[in-house]
């Protein structure tokens, strides 16, 4: 298989309700689609996700364009490439910039598995066609407005949900939530929020029977959420540390999570997501997928992805309509009792939807060979 063309379409989506986490407060998405194209003509489909700002890691979606065409893309021309997980080992010599590298790799990911007449999700182990999905709420100080926005969560099926905190911003909402929901599967996430110095505060969470805390300190600070999980009762889950399996060696070796929020683009693509799912599998470590404002072209690889059976925790897969007004996609996805069908047609198995991308998109092509 060799790569004859590479185009995108830059896209902002609109939100339907703005998004504020402890690092910024978003309300309209940009990302990149990667179509990859073979000497057979045949097409897949990547997401480039980074946001614009180096606030959640250090990655933007500006520096990943300059890394897609000045780094990576040159590193496929004229390559005959045999499977994907080749990608990863010649994208080696690039350092980091993960999410760069991932809209290639699953952008090529989808492309086999079209090439050879398949779904994307064959290639995964032990499958199913529905999967649980929670949600994830973004700061609201109005307390009545957020019971409001869980409660319409809730009615529709969400079977988890995930509330952004920050300091300031956490005992009073979890409380209120906790008092009118008393057995929903709740969690915190914290976008390194916090240090060291307010353990005696998180430690007041482990009262509200919370599923987990995620990331409360900084993404290089093992050693620190090493030292809280000693001292809480809670789990705490890992996200913004994990860009590769070694994240995941170390994390697990020092104590600093009992569970891991794994973003297929954070760590590259899909060979290093499996690596990273069978580390946990073999060390009963928890692992579920996380999401970044996909399109439904990211979503629907989330969501194949997701559909192996060791993501036993519903994941930051919402439904298209949680996030935005309309998707690129011809068929966006949809929520019922609390579970979203996995696609199952070739590769990521969705189309693009032509005339809601142009309204939304600008087409750029970056290689022609």
């Given at each position: 298989?060799?790569?004859?063309?590479?185009?995108?379409?830059?896209?902002?989506?609109?939100?339907?309700?703005?998004?504020?986490?402890?690092?910024?407060?978003?309300?309209?998405?940009?990302?990149?689609?990667?179509?990859?194209?073979?000497?057979?003509?045949?097409?897949?489909?990547?997401?480039?996700?980074?946001?614009?700002q180096?606030?959640?890691?250090?990655e933007?979606?500006?520096?990943?364009?300059i890394?897609?065409?000045?780094?990576l893309?040159?590193l496929?021309?004229?390559?005959?490439?045999?499977?994907?997980?080749?990608?990863?080992?010649?994208?080696?010599?690039?350092?980091?910039?993960?999410?760069?590298?991932?809209?290639?790799e699953?952008?090529?990911?989808?492309?086999?598995?079209?090439?050879?007449?398949?779904?994307?999700k064959?290639?995964f182990?032990?499958?199913?066609?529905?999967?649980?999905?929670?949600?994830?709420?973004?700061?609201?100080t109005?307390?009545?407005?957020?019971?409001?926005q869980?409660?319409?969560?809730?009615?529709?099926?969400?079977?988890?949900?995930?509330?952004?905190?920050?300091?300031?911003?956490?005992?009073?909402?979890i409380?209120?939530?906790?008092?009118?929901?008393p057995?929903?599967?709740?969690?915190?996430?914290?976008?390194?929020?916090?240090?060291?110095?307010?353990?005696s505060?998180?430690?007041?969470?482990?009262?509200?029977?919370?599923?987990?805390i995620?990331?409360?300190?900084?993404?290089?600070?093992?050693?620190?959420?090493?030292?809280?999980?000693?001292?809480?009762?809670?789990?705490?889950?890992?996200?913004?540390?994990?860009?590769?399996?070694?994240d995941?060696?170390?994390a697990?070796?020092?104590?600093s999570?009992?569970?891991?929020?794994?973003?297929?683009?954070?760590?590259?693509?899909?060979?290093?997501?499996?690596?990273?799912?069978?580390?946990?599998?073999?060390?009963?470590?928890?692992?579920?997928?996380?999401?970044?404002?996909?399109?439904g072209?990211?979503?629907?690889?989330?969501?194949?992805?997701?559909?192996?059976?060791?993501?036993?925790?519903?994941?930051?897969?919402?439904?298209?309509?949680?996030?935005?007004?309309?998707?690129?996609?011809?068929?966006?996805?949809?929520?019922?009792?609390?579970?979203?069908?996995?696609?199952?047609?070739?590769g990521i198995?969705?189309?693009?939807?032509?005339?809601?991308?142009?309204?939304?998109?600008?087409?750029?092509?970056?290689f022609?060979?």
């Amino acid at each position: 298989m060799k790569i004859h063309r590479i185009d995108c379409y830059r896209v902002r989506l609109p939100l339907r309700i703005p998004f504020e986490t402890s690092y910024g407060r978003l309300a309209e998405k940009a990302f990149d689609l990667v179509l990859v194209t073979d000497e057979l003509g045949n097409q897949g489909i990547g997401e480039l996700v980074p946001f614009e700002q180096p606030d959640y890691i250090e990655e933007t979606i500006d520096i990943a364009r300059i890394i897609l065409q000045k780094h990576l893309i040159p590193l496929l021309d004229n390559v005959d490439i045999q499977h994907p997980k080749e990608v990863a080992l010649l994208f080696n010599e690039v350092k980091g910039n993960h999410m760069a590298k991932s809209s290639l790799e699953t952008a090529i990911w989808d492309l086999y598995a079209k090439r050879n007449g398949k779904s994307l999700k064959e290639y995964f182990t032990d499958t199913r066609t529905q999967i649980p999905v929670g949600v994830s709420v973004g700061i609201q100080t109005d307390l009545t407005k957020l019971l409001d926005q869980i409660t319409k969560y809730v009615a529709l099926g969400y079977q988890r949900i995930k509330l952004k905190i920050r300091p300031g911003y956490d005992l009073k909402p979890i409380d209120a939530i906790r008092n009118k929901f008393p057995d929903i599967l709740l969690m915190v996430d914290a976008n390194s929020a916090y240090t060291i110095s307010d353990s005696s505060h998180l430690k007041q969470l482990d009262a509200y029977d919370l599923a987990m805390i995620e990331q409360p300190f900084a993404a290089n600070d093992f050693l620190d959420h090493a030292q809280l999980q000693k001292e809480l009762k809670t789990d705490i889950c890992l996200d913004e540390n994990i860009r590769t399996l070694k994240d995941c060696e170390l994390a697990f070796s020092l104590g600093s999570c009992r569970s891991i929020n794994l973003k297929i683009p954070r760590v590259g693509g899909l060979t290093e997501a499996m690596k990273i799912v069978e580390f946990c599998k073999e060390k009963e470590l928890l692992v579920w997928l996380g999401g970044m404002f996909e399109s439904g072209v990211g979503r629907a690889l989330n969501l194949q992805f997701a559909s192996q059976k060791i993501f036993t925790f519903p994941g930051d897969i919402s439904a298209s309509d949680r996030y935005y007004y309309e998707d690129i996609i011809t068929e966006p996805f949809e929520i019922r009792k609390g579970e979203i069908n996995v696609p199952d047609g070739l590769g990521i198995g969705v189309l693009l939807a032509q005339e809601t991308l142009l309204k939304y998109g600008t087409y750029n092509s970056l290689f022609v060979k």
